[in-house]
């Protein structure tokens, strides 16, 4: 649930990754944060919904983790989060310990691809992508075997780095038996059914 503490937790941890992000020059280094907005639509999206497994490829800091975890511990979900760094899983680790949100999450250091193929067919209710997005089409033909039908991808930053997603957007609309929408929540939402 969205407690005051843990919404004093979320925004601090949006303003600091602001602020962060503002002076660090490097991709790898920033925090990359999702809006508040679209932590709040993740966190409805999953109290309605309640999938039981929800699988979030870029944590980061774990400020999306946050939003992800708190809906699903309040009805007995998982959230497994995905990082290629370390030092991005540790600053997770660390706030989901913070706001008592740990044990509903399994942080992964891996690369997506890698991770994806180890996976069981049609274990995923919901999946999260905001990682690097030069990758999500080479991870289209691993993600659609993980995905549950009537599930969910739900991908960042669709509208502000439209053209670094548009080979994947294609590939997802050349692929029958999804349907796909974009929702001007946030940086953009491109959102994927299984249908």
């Keep these: 649930m969205l407690t005051p503490a843990l919404l004093q937790q979320l925004d601090r941890l949006a303003q600091h990754g602001q602020k962060y992000d503002a002076k660090t020059l490097t991709r790898a280094d920033k925090m990359l944060n999702i809006t508040p907005d679209t932590g709040m639509m993740l966190y409805q999206w999953l109290r309605f919904g309640r999938p039981a497994h929800v699988v979030e490829i ?61 996976q069981a067919a049609e274990s995923a209710q919901l999946i999260f992508l905001d990682a690097d997005r030069s990758l999500y089409a080479s991870y289209w033909p691993l993600l659609t075997p993980v995905l549950a039908p009537g599930g969910l991808i739900v991908v960042d930053n669709a509208v502000s780095h439209a053209a670094e997603c548009a080979d994947f957007f294609a590939r997802v609309r ?14 953009g939402e491109f959102i994927i059914l299984k249908d």
């Design 58 to 118: 870029g944590t980061s800091n774990g400020y999306s983790t946050l939003w992800l975890a708190a809906a699903a511990q309040a009805y007995g979900g998982r959230v497994t989060s995905l990082d290629v760094l370390q030092a991005k899983t540790t600053l997770a680790r660390n706030n989901l310990n913070e706001a008592g949100l740990l044990d509903t999450v399994t942080l992964v250091t891996a690369e997506a691809g890698s991770w994806l193929r180890q």
């Design 174 to 187: 050349a692929t029958p038996g999804f349907l796909c929408e974009l929702l001007p929540i946030g940086k």
